[in-house]
């Protein structure tokens, strides 16, 4: 079902601002679960917030509420994180996935999602 890319990481101090991108080509995910997901060096895959592509309801981890915003761009097939008020803890890869089955019920469980980018690095610096 096509291909997930991301893009936008990169390396900031503590309280800066990224945006990533997940764009996907091969496929359109009109009405699929899509979600960024991080991990650390040593940690497991958590989940860090998804959106519904067909109505665009959201859902996010407890670490990245109120600084974290997940939103899609349905003409360009791609779907966003902007991430604020950044924090050493949230240096991790950052994974884009998508579930293929319509999506109605947002999990954020990696068991969930099918089909996964391969990453982009966001280091944050103190």
């Known amino acids: 079902r096509g291909q997930l890319v991301e893009s936008g990481g990169g390396s900031v101090q503590s309280g800066g601002s990224l945006r990533l991108s997940c764009a996907a080509s091969?496929?359109?995910?009109?009405?699929?679960?899509m979600a960024w997901f991080h991990q650390a060096p040593g940690k497991e895959r958590e989940g860090v917030a998804a959106i519904g592509t067909g109505g665009g309801k959201t859902h996010y981890g407890d670490s990245v509420k109120g600084r974290f915003t997940i939103s899609q761009d349905n003409a360009k097939n791609t779907v966003y994180l902007q991430m604020n008020s950044l924090k050493p803890e949230d240096t991790a890869m950052y994974y884009c996935a998508a579930d293929y089955l319509p999506c109605t019920v947002i999990f954020l469980a990696a068991d969930e999602y099918n089909y996964w980018g391969q990453g982009t690095q966001v280091t944050v610096s103190s």
């Open positions: 091969g496929y359109t995910y009109s009405n699929n679960c």
